[in-house]
């Protein structure tokens, strides 16, 4: 993952206004809670939750929009009410960030995204750094089979000339 810079953006990014997305909070120690999602941008949001938490803690955040599933490092802000609770990403994986810059209405925003050439590229070569696969097994014997093959037509084939060329 990749750790967001804390440099404060010369512009406001878009947010996205939802109506309550389920969300799921981690702590460091395993427990788990849950909350409602009311708005999110690339840089934070804003939680629905049953009672406030303590600024700065640090939890996993899950939730799930139309373009998947995001998970991401945020740290939670002052509380704003009893139940409402703002906090920012400190850790967002690249494809996370697609997909939520992918489902957040930039059409007001024109100046300050990427054309669309862009995102179409960039979705395009998405899976062109995969890092190579593992050999199987079977990849490992059919090459061993093989090579084995290739030795003994040699053995017999030079074996052959010595007769021929008599």
Same mark, same amino acid.
């Given at each position: 993952?990749?750790?967001? =810079?804390?440099?404060?953006?010369?512009?406001?990014? =878009?947010?996205?206004? !939802?109506?309550?997305? =389920?969300? %799921?909070?981690?702590?460091?120690?395993?427990?788990?809670?849950?909350?409602?999602?009311?708005?999110?941008? %690339?840089? &934070? &949001? *804003?939680?629905? *939750?049953?009672?406030? *938490?303590?600024?700065?803690?640090?939890?996993?955040?899950?939730? %799930?929009?139309?373009?998947?599933? %995001?998970?991401?490092?945020?740290?939670?802000?002052?509380?704003?009410?009893?139940?409402?609770? /703002?906090?920012?990403?400190?850790?967002?994986?690249?494809?996370? +960030?697609?997909?939520?810059?992918?489902?957040?209405?930039?059409?007001?925003?024109?100046?300050?995204?990427? /054309?669309?050439?862009?995102?179409?590229?960039?979705?395009?070569?998405?899976?062109?750094?995969? =890092?190579?696969? +593992?050999?199987? +097994?079977?990849?490992?014997?059919? &090459?061993? !089979?093989?090579?084995?093959?290739?030795?003994? *037509?040699?053995?017999?084939?030079? /074996?052959?000339?010595?007769?021929?060329?008599?």
């Amino acid at each position: 993952m990749s750790t967001l =810079p804390q440099i404060a953006p010369k512009f406001r990014p =878009p947010r996205l206004h !939802l109506d309550g997305t =389920p969300a %799921v909070l981690r702590f460091e120690d395993g427990e788990r809670i849950s909350g409602e999602l009311e708005v999110v941008s %690339v840089t &934070g &949001g *804003l939680l629905s *939750l049953s009672q406030s *938490l303590s600024r700065g803690v640090r939890v996993q955040l899950m939730f %799930v929009t139309v373009a998947g599933s %995001v998970m991401a490092g945020a740290e939670l802000l002052e509380p704003l009410t009893k139940t409402l609770q /703002p906090f920012r990403f400190v850790s967002l994986d690249p494809k996370d +960030r697609r997909r939520l810059e992918s489902v957040i209405p930039v059409s007001v925003y024109h100046d300050i995204t990427e /054309p669309a050439w862009m995102k179409k590229l960039r979705a395009a070569s998405e899976n062109r750094y995969e =890092p190579p696969r +593992r050999i199987t +097994r079977f990849a490992i014997r059919a &090459g061993l !089979l093989t090579l084995g093959l290739i030795c003994a *037509l040699c053995l017999l084939y030079f /074996p052959l000339m010595k007769h021929i060329g008599r």
